[in-house]
Structure formats: structure tokens, C-alpha cells
């Protein structure tokens, strides 16, 4: 289906990018398009619709769970879909209008040339602000200043009815819209609120002889300090496994030439980030830090410390890099397609983290299935990739999987707390999510899209 007027493409080879995201799950499709504006989507949207075609909406294709791949129909792309406008800034936030493909790389650049930022900061550079507000994506400094959605003004989206809205926090519509994984529409733009930079910025490396006393210092900064009032933004956790899969990379990535090298034999890194207005407070609370790293095994010399915006953005990237650098590695390992990624997505208490990594590490040594983690110690929400090297262990990694989202659900733990559940995790997600929640987004769905034209295959078959 050719149609030249709204630039819809027939499937052909040169478009098999599109069938697949991080996830490495590839499905397929009929025709693709890439529309440039948003009277353009609407006029895309009113053919398929007419014919009663699928729609796959995709962003770029960073998603782990395969949310954004094609099982049929139409794929459309809105990476060309990245327009910035501001629409009000004073001295304390700045109000801007981003269209949905804007990549949140993008989105930092342009507002740092004015001095501010876009506080939910989730990892993925290359993700789309449709993407991060489709799949509820959070950051790194999500604990400290608090969801994505508290950072969205409004959310400007096609309903599945062919009709424009403009939603608020007023309305259920834009609270609907979050991690709805695009099944109850197309989200155009949003208008965005970003603050200020703060005045100082202190970031801080620790590394540690072993992942226990690690989680130990992590546990001991949480019960130590008042983490809002002293302004600690930040906790990140990186495991052995996660830094040699990033030291590696840096090989061929010039992109992560600017990481220092990690100091030989660590077996696991805390990063610690503290945002304030007096510089002085926060070397204060650096040297109380410092203090409490080497309690718990930490060499203070080794440790790095950074001042600013621009010498933090080094922790920043390397911090970025490792779900790039993992992802990147497990397309190392074999050419087989069928081996799909497999991660957890479980937010705990804070107090479980050990106990909760212990049953990881070991039940992985039961499987002989290597495991690398890295994530948010401050959300206790620590990310387990499996990293199988072959077919058979693809499939020992599963029954592994399932292993740890019952025992994670035995500790009560959020099983779905960030990267969506598209198709990868349907099968966890029918089995182990509240089935009252399944019930109430399968009627939600049937009520915004009663036909089953927006991403086919998210969450239920």
C-alpha cells in the first residue's frame, strides 16, 4: 500500500531497523510511515483507521521490552516528528513544547544553552519524550525531585477516535496516557516544565572490594542523612560485571572516551550526586561521606570527586552507558534473534536490596547464567541483566526469571516500575501484576481503543 500523498511505504528490507528495538524482539509489518507533523499523523491515522489497520507507534526504538516492534500492520515512526519551542521562561522554570519524537538528548541541549534542565532525567539519551511519557520512564534523580509526570504540564495526543486532545493534571486522560505503552493513543507533544540548574553540584565516586559492603555504605547513607534536606539527589549503584562490560566498550566507543579508568580489582562503584546552593555545605557533607565510604572498605584515594555541570555530565555518561554498553554486549555474544533480552524492573525497600541480590547472585550461580546489575539504590531499584551466550541458557534464563518475580512478589515488590512490559514481559506481567489492574487497563483499552488499532500485542495478546 503505496500512498505518495501521506508518504506511506510498502514493507521492503531497507526498512527491517523498524521491525525491532533494544529488546532485540523482531516482528513485522505491512507499510511504514515517518510523518513530520502532526496534521500529517491525523491524515496517516484517518487512512489506516478507515481500513481498519494496526498502528505501531515508535519512538527510537529504545525500549527493552519490545513495546515498540511490529507483530502486524503498519509501523509509524515520529522520529522526524522533534520540534522545541519555548512557550514561557522566568527566572526559577522555563515552560516549553516539545513534540513527541524529541529525543531527551535534545531536549538537554537545547536547555542548558539557557541555563536549565529537565529534572526527571531518565537514562536513555536517545529515548523520545512520547517514549518516556508512554512508558512512565524515570532517571537517576527520580527519588529526590519526583516523577516524570510532576515535570508535564500538558500532554497534546491523537485519541484513538481521530480526535486532537489537550490533557492536564485535571483531567483522568493525562493520567491515563502514563505507561500506557501508546495503546490509548498517539502522543504528539507535551509541555514541559524545567527549572534551574542548581548553583553547585557535587558528584562522587566510591568503590568498593565487594558488592556487600557496597549495598551496606548505600543503606548507611539512607539511614544517615536526611537525604531531601542535605540535597542528595542521586545513589547509583554499578556492579564488577556492569564496569567490565563498560571498560570494554570504551575500546571502540568514542562517545565514553572521557570515563577515567576504573581502578583494578573493584567489585562494585556507588555513585553519589548532591545538588545545593552553598558550596560549602555540600564539601561538608562530601567529608562526612568520605568518612562513611571508608568505614565500610572504601579507599578515599581512589574515589573521584567532580564540582559543576560540565564535569558531572562525565558521571552522567558513564552511568548512561550502561545499559548501552550491556545492551551492546549482549549483541556480542551470538546472532541468534530468538535470544531476547531479559532484565528485572522490581523497585524494593531499601532495607531488601541484600537480601534480595543475594538470592540473584546465587540462584544465577545454580543456573551457570552470568548477570550483571546496575541501577537506583535510592528507589531500590537495582536492574539484574541476564546475559546468556546461547540458546539453551536463553531458555534457563527464563525459567530463572520466573523464579525471581516470585520471590520478588513475595517481598512485595513493584514488578513493572519503569521500563514498560510491551511484549517481553506479558507473560509475568498476566501472571504475576495485580489482576485487578489487568482487568481495569483491558477495559480502560476497550474504551479508548475499542477496535485494537494502537501497539497490538503490549501487555495482552
Known amino acids: 500500500m503505496i500512498n505518495n500523498r501521506l508518504s506511506i511505504h510498502d514493507y521492503s ?14 516482528g513485522s509489518f505491512d507499510s511504514i510511515s515517518f510523518p513530520e507533523s502532526i496534521e500529517e499523523i491525523i491524515a496517516i491515522y484517518n487512512t489506516l483507521s478507515a481500513h481498519g489497520t494496526p498502528v505501531t507507534v515508535q519512538g527510537n526504538r529504545t525500549g527493552i521490552c519490545g513495546g515498540s516492534v511490529p507483530l502486524r500492520g503498519h509501523v509509524m515512526s515520529l522520529e522526524k516528528l522533534n520540534q522545541i519551542h519555548i512557550v514561557e521562561c522566568l527566572n526559577d522554570y522555563c515552560l516549553i513544547n516539545v513534540l513527541g519524537g524529541t529525543t531527551l538528548e535534545a531536549l538537554d541541549l537545547f536547555l542548558l544553552k539557557k541555563g536549565f534542565f529537565w529534572p526527571p532525567d531518565p537514562t536513555e539519551k536517545q529515548s ?32 484513538p477516535s481521530g ?45 568498593f572490594n565487594s558488592w556487600q559492603e557496597a549495598c551496606d555504605f548505600g ?28 571498560q570494554n566498550m570504551k575500546a571502540t566507543a568514542s562517545h565514553l572516551k572521557e570515563i577515567p579508568s576504573f581502578p583494578d580489582d573493584v567489585h562494585a562503584l556507588m555513585y553519589i550526586e548532591i545538588h545545593g546552593s552553598d558550596e560549602d555545605a555540600l564539601m561538608d557533607i562530601a567529608e ?7 568505614k565500610w572498605g572504601s579507599d578515599i584515594d581512589s574515589s573521584w570527586a567532580l564540582s559543576g555541570h560540565k564535569e558531572i555530565s562525565v558521571m552522567h555518561t558513564l552511568r548512561h552507558s550502561a545499559p548501552e ?21 522490581f523497585s524494593l525497600r531499601s532495607s531488601q536490596i541484600k537480601e534480595w541480590l543475594n538470592y540473584c547472585y546465587d540462584k544465577s550461580k545454580d543456573f551457570n547464567i ?17 546475559l546468556p551466550d546461547n540458546l539453551q541458557k536463553y531458555k534457563d534464563s527464563i525459567t530463572l526469571l520466573d523464579q525471581w518475580y516470585a520471590y520478588a512478589a513475595k517481598l512485595g515488590a513493584n514488578l513493572f516500575a519503569e521500563h514498560g512490559i510491551g511484549k517481553l514481559k506479558r507473560s509475568f506481567y498476566q501472571q504475576y501484576s495485580d489482576h485487578e489492574d489487568l482487568k481495569s487497563f483491558i477495559s480502560k483499552k476497550h474504551i479508548y481503543d475499542k477496535h485494537g488499532l494502537f501497539n497490538p500485542g503490549n501487555r495482552f495478546d
Do not use: W
Not at 537517576?140 to 485519541?159: A, D
Not at 554498553?325 to 524492573?345: E, G, M
Open 370 to 386: 552470568p548477570i550483571c546489575v546496575f541501577g537506583h539504590f535510592l528507589d531500590a531499584h537495582l536492574h539484574i541483566n541476564l
Open 163 to 207: 480526535i486532537v486532545k489537550i490533557v492536564t493534571k485535571d483531567d483522568e486522560d493525562f493520567h491515563d496516557l502514563f505507561s500506557s505503552e501508546g495503546m490509548l493513543g498517539i502522543i504528539l507533544s507535551a509541555e514541559l516544565i524545567a527549572i534551574q540548574i542548581p548553583k553547585e553540584s557535587l558528584g562522587i565516586g566510591f568503590f
Open 325 to 345: 554498553s550491556v545492551n551492546h554486549y549482549l549483541s556480542t555474544l551470538n546472532n541468534n534473534h530468538a535470544i531476547t533480552k531479559l532484565a528485572t524492573d
Open 288 to 294: 562526612e561521606l568520605l568518612l562513611l565510604s571508608e
Open 219 to 246: 543503606e548507611d547513607v539512607v539511614l544517615s542523612f536526611n537525604l531531601k534536606e542535605v540535597g542528595i539527589v542521586a545513589l547509583e549503584f554499578l556492579d564488577r560485571q556492569t564496569l567490565t562490560i563498560i
Open 13 to 26: 528490507p531497507s526498512y527491517d531497523l523498524y521491525k525491532k528495538d533494544e529488546s532485540r524482539l523482531a
Open 128 to 159: 523520545t519524550i512520547g517514549g518516556i511519557i508512554a512508558t512512565g520512564a524515570k532517571g537517576m534523580t527520580h527519588s529526590f525531585y519526583g516523577e516524570s509526570k510532576k515535570y508535564v504540564q500538558s500532554v497534546t495526543y491523537l485519541h
